[in-house]
């Protein structure tokens, strides 16, 4: 069975600091996404990767940089946290084509 | 823009009760298509997916969704819920972004059921 492992279910961080979300997958897929997920928005594509060193931008990536340096492990940073970055985060992998795409717990981040 | 649309935002039923959530997407050509649930406290999980042949598709738990190209709609239906499907459900498309698998979602729909 995929597993999607995100660092935190829970953080709270200050504004101004910088915050990193790591997500490690076990399937070796080739693709990784960042969304967030805000009631009565659904989930919103921050940046996703599609191969090492690879990225794009997705619908929502003002504020927000991602690192892929192994291909099992995706990073989302915030580089100057804002309390509008306060949300749930989701990490999720995928082969592509027209595979589904298997998602982590989340991390709840809270920007005081 | 390219977008997906739920109807419902909050659906509140009774155990025994049918089930219908409307999804429609303003992609012309060929989608992927999928229904995702998320159960309290838990990770999002798929449902059930097209992707090409029959239209009407049967996921897990009961779930099934019919493919209207016509409508460009794909409803997810159930003809009898429980308590346990109470969650929020999303439904997402893939608009042909070759391997990435890149997926649109919609806003989400909310449903509770009732012992």
């Known amino acids: 069975d995929v597993k999607v492992t995100q660092s935190s279910r829970y953080l709270v961080k200050r504004t101004g600091e910088k915050v990193f979300l790591e997500c490690v997958q076990d399937m070796d897929h080739e693709n990784m996404f960042w969304y967030r997920q805000d009631p009565g928005l659904g989930l919103r594509l921050i940046y996703f990767?599609?191969?090492?060193?690879?990225?794009e931008k997705g619908d929502i990536p003002e504020g927000y940089s991602v690192s892929r340096e192994k291909k099992e492990r995706f990073s989302l940073i915030l580089e100057s946290a804002s309390t509008n970055q306060t949300s749930m985060y989701l990490c999720?992998?995928?082969?592509?084509?027209?595979?589904?795409?298997?998602f982590g717990d989340g991390t709840r981040l809270s920007i005081l | 823009a390219q977008s997906v649309s739920q109807h419902n935002h909050h659906v509140i039923l009774s155990e025994a009760a049918s089930l219908e959530l409307g999804c429609n997407y303003s992609y012309g050509g060929t989608v992927n298509l999928f229904w995702y649930v998320q159960y309290p406290g838990q990770h999002l999980q798929l449902l059930l997916k097209y992707f090409s042949g029959d239209p009407l598709v049967k996921g897990i738990k009961g779930f099934e969704a019919e493919f209207i190209k016509s409508k460009f709609s794909f409803n997810l239906r159930k003809p009898s819920v429980q308590w346990s499907d109470t969650a929020e459900y999303f439904c997402?498309?893939?608009?042909?972004?070759?391997?990435?698998?890149?997926?649109?979602f919609g806003q989400g729909t909310t449903l509770q059921v009732k012992p």
């Open positions: 990767s599609y191969d090492v060193k690879m990225k």
């Open positions: 999720a992998s995928g082969q592509g084509g027209n595979q589904p795409q298997h």
């Open positions: 997402a498309v893939d608009p042909g972004s070759g391997n990435t698998g890149k997926l649109i």
